[in-house]
């Protein structure tokens, strides 16, 4: 049974009353969730009430999911419209962060494909590359960097993308594209320097 239609299984069950089955959603994506919303919202205390706030409001739109896209999907586009909603009524914009988190998380890692020699040189280049990668996300628009996040960070797939951001999927790969393109363009300098052994 894939993961997506034993979050269907839960849903269905939570539609029916069982409170059991959505705090297994819950504890099966709270910390996802958590990662995702960090990139807006910087605060624990903040972080935590956002992400609070999106779940009850999962739960209260549940009677509605259809699941026409996976669970996580629809709960990702909660949340993300949840923490966009809360910084605008606190008078903030989105803050253009999305830092890598370098903790034991289930999706990729940007420095995983870093390669480590273990020398200090080596060392060296891989948190220049980590920091200059943090930093061009950082300058990316608010619609790419959310895009290339949930790609490279979170792990989705395009289709489920194109549901949490509520978008094509043309939309969406043009958005990775130019995301790429601009983290590329931004660590060109730095890997050419390397190769040309300038450390």
Partial sequence: MSEREVDQLLVER??????????L???????????????FIRDPAELEDVAQEAFIKAYRALPSFRGESAFYTW???????TAKNYLVSNGRRVPVSAGIDNGDDEGPELDERVPDYNTPESELMNRQIVETVNSAMEQLPEEL??????RELEG?????????????IGTVRSRIFRAREA??????PLLENGNKKRW
């Fill in 14 to 23: 939570a539609q029916r009353g069982d409170k059991r089955a959505f705090e």
């Fill in 25 to 39: 959603l819950v504890a099966k994506y709270q910390r996802k969730l958590g990662r995702l919303l960090s990139r």
């Fill in 75 to 81: 709960l990702y586009r909660i949340g993300i419209n």
């Fill in 145 to 150: 960097r959310v895009a290339i996040t949930l």
């Fill in 156 to 168: 989705l797939s395009y289709e489920d993308i194109s549901a949490a951001m509520n978008c094509p």
């Fill in 183 to 188: 983290i590329a363009q931004q660590l060109r």
